[in-house]
């Protein structure tokens, strides 16, 4: 996410660096390729305007202009600046005693709301409460169907009924959840593919009915400015607790996030960072600004391996590491872990100071299923023990896994590396971590070194079919 924004703050840092001081003229430069780079992130125009204005006159108070160190100073105001426009933090929810506590989840037909509740109630449920979920979004075909399969994926009740009347499905979902002793309800209410009045009546009308004690506006991110316009109308009618946005993970422009806090006055509660029922987050501002910076987010990679990383499992891998005995099934069941966590490239984005070094590197999360398949394609021994994959076994091994035998050569080859890299890793070594970095040490390099390898070996035989080949 914010990657177009992320390179552009970069680019205007760097520039800066090379003054020796921070003037009126090059802040007015700066500014401008500033704004200009909001702009383009479909950030809402007066925020920008307001934003580049603050961030200005931060720029040039006196104790600023005496820095030796512009570009640093100006990637500190910057932060600042953003975690004021997109906080303060605000992800408690409010719980009443005694329960239920009713939570309404409103938006527009197709940002996600019907996934959110499930998400939600999934994030609840971590935290010790008993959510129930009410299938209340009688417009959408198949709606209904929909959150009964996540509440059955999730082991969560879902209530329901056949009816026509949003805000009497609603009431009575609330009383079964109250008599069955669930503490939070969450309503899945009904969006449409704009905002029309038919539809703010509705929302409205069960809003007034059931009195949830917060509701909460989902918004697909994706949509830049029209999330920002619709939180806008939504609050004017519902009164907003906050908003969940949606598809963060897919989001290269990021405006949404910047702007609705400011234009809506409410806070940014959650944010949706994958597909998965787990993929919620809580909303840091603090942590955004420093991913929009590059600067990385260590709290949030340090939270989610809380949650994918067993301990006993952890310790299991670093003897083997430390004896080298650490073999393919175990590099798989490493990686399996990283692609929970959100995937080595957006992993390492989160770890500061290694933004700038991510610059050209392959690293490609897609290429895990070529690895399994050729992991998989060994024998036990061979994955225990690389060094017995001679040429027979190599081609044994591609013609099992459907690849070419310069793939399998290259992920052999490269094992060690990745050994190396899972060391280091494992013994929280980040000088040497970032060395590897440097030195293009990359664990996926493996399969396209392979088909480096293949493409090459195809252009000499062109060459030598046509006769062209030269001696050196």
Not at 82 to 88: A, Q
Not at 447 to 469: D, E, F, L, T, Y
Request: glycine share 10%; aromatic share 4%; charged share 25%.
């Amino acid at each position: 996410m914010f990657d177009a924004l992320t390179q552009k703050f970069n680019t205007v840092f760097k520039t800066l660096s090379g003054r020796g001081r921070i003037t009126e003229a090059n802040v007015s430069d700066a500014m401008n390729d500033v704004r200009k780079a909001l702009l383009e992130a479909d950030v809402n125009y007066n925020v920008v305007k307001q934003f580049c204005k603050d961030v200005q006159a931060a720029a040039l108070g006196a104790e600023v202009v005496k820095s030796l160190h512009p570009g640093q100073v100006m990637v500190k105001i910057v932060h600042d600046e953003l975690v004021k426009l997109m906080g303060p933090v605000d992800t408690k929810i409010y719980f009443v005693s005694p329960g239920p506590t009713v939570i309404m989840l409103a938006g527009l037909q197709g940002s996600g709301k019907t996934t959110t509740a499930g998400k939600l109630a999934n994030y609840l449920v971590s935290n010790g409460k008993r959510p129930m979920m009410v299938a209340d979004d009688l417009q959408r075909p198949a709606a209904i169907d929909q959150l009964i399969i996540l509440g059955q994926q999730l082991n969560i009740p879902v209530y329901s009924e056949e009816s026509k009347d949003a805000v009497k499905v609603a009431i009575n979902g609330v009383k079964a959840a109250k008599a069955a002793g669930h503490d939070v309800v969450i309503i899945d209410t009904a969006g449409r593919l704009h905002i029309d009045e038919e539809m703010m009546a509705e929302v409205a009308n069960v809003a007034k009915a059931v009195g949830p004690h917060q509701i909460y506006l989902v918004c697909d991110s994706m949509t830049g400015q029209d999330a920002v316009n619709s939180a806008k109308e939504f609050n004017t009618r519902l009164e907003l607790d906050g908003v969940i946005l949606t598809k963060l993970d897919g989001d290269a422009r990021g405006g949404a996030a910047i702007s609705v806090k400011a234009v809506t006055g409410k806070p940014i509660k959650f944010i949706g960072v994958g597909e998965k029922l787990d993929k919620i987050e809580e909303f840091h501002p603090d942590r955004m600004a420093g991913r929009i910076l590059g600067m990385g987010d260590i709290v949030t990679l340090v939270e989610r391996a809380q949650k994918e990383v067993d301990v006993e499992e952890a310790k299991k891998m670093q003897d083997k590491l430390s004896k080298g005995s650490f073999g393919f099934d175990d590099f798989l069941k490493q990686m399996s872990t990283v692609r929970k966590m959100g995937g080595m490239a957006d992993m390492l984005k989160m770890i500061p100071g290694l933004g700038g070094q991510m610059q050209g590197m392959n690293i490609d999360d897609a290429e895990f299923n070529r690895i399994e398949a050729i992991v998989h394609s060994m024998t036990l021994d061979e994955r225990r023990d690389p060094d017995l994959i001679d040429n027979s076994r190599r081609r044994r091994i591609a013609k099992g896994s459907g690849v070419d035998v310069q793939e399998v050569a290259g992920l052999v080859k490269n094992f060690e590396r990745s050994r190396q890299m899972m060391k280091v890793l494992s013994s929280g070594g980040m000088g040497g971590f970032k060395s590897l970095l440097s030195g293009k040490m990359d664990m996926f390099s493996a399969m396209n070194s392979g088909k480096k390898m293949k493409q090459r070996s195809h252009r000499k035989q062109v060459v030598k079919r046509r006769g062209k080949i030269k001696r050196r």
